[in-house]
């Protein structure tokens, strides 16, 4: 059910114009196309929309803006194989190589060796990559800021990991 009150929409508004950025990065890291940021931002969206009603201040907005991409995006994630199996069945125009600046090409790796994370671990480096306090990575998360240094570090490492071998060492 939308929200019924101006206030939720006003809050929607708002949260769009700060976090637009932050959104477009939660849905790239989670991504392989194109095609698929388009749909993944459009749920971000709309769990966003719904979410704003229910919004009490609790926490900060930045934190609940994470919290409702992160999970929109984690359960997108985990409903990937049914999409992978539907999208071999269509062209992926892209996959058509574009010419890309030096920059571009070393951002993509990046993303690309993020989006082999599992997705709590894509999460919390996408957050680390924002720059998110551990207390913000922690309310996200529903863990201890601890337990966030251990996990995002064990995280850097796996990355680390999968960035060897890239032209960009």
């Not at 749909?39 to 609940?64: K, M, N, Y």
């Not at 919290?67 to 892209?94: G, L, P, Q, Y």
Request: glycine content about 4%.
């Amino acid at each position: 059910m939308p929200p019924s009150a101006p206030d939720s929409e006003t809050r929607f508004r708002d949260w769009l114009e700060r976090y637009r950025p932050l959104l477009f990065k939660v849905v790239r890291g989670f991504t392989n196309s194109r095609q698929d940021e388009e749909e993944l931002f459009q749920d971000v969206l709309v769990q966003l929309w719904h979410s704003a009603a229910r919004f009490s201040g609790g926490c900060a907005d930045s934190t609940w803006v994470y919290r409702v991409a992160f999970n929109t995006a984690m359960a997108w994630s985990r409903a990937a194989k049914t999409r992978r199996v539907r999208h071999t069945e269509t062209v992926d125009f892209d996959s058509i190589p574009a010419p890309v600046t030096p920059d571009e090409t070393q951002i993509d790796e990046l993303y690309a060796a993020i989006r082999q994370l599992p997705p709590s671990e894509t999460a919390l480096i996408m957050m680390h990559l924002e720059g998110a306090s551990y207390r913000e990575m922690a309310a996200v998360m529903g863990l201890s800021e601890v337990n966030i240094g251990t996990k995002l570090t064990r995280a850097r490492m796996r990355l680390a990991e999968l960035m060897k071998g890239t032209s960009h060492d």
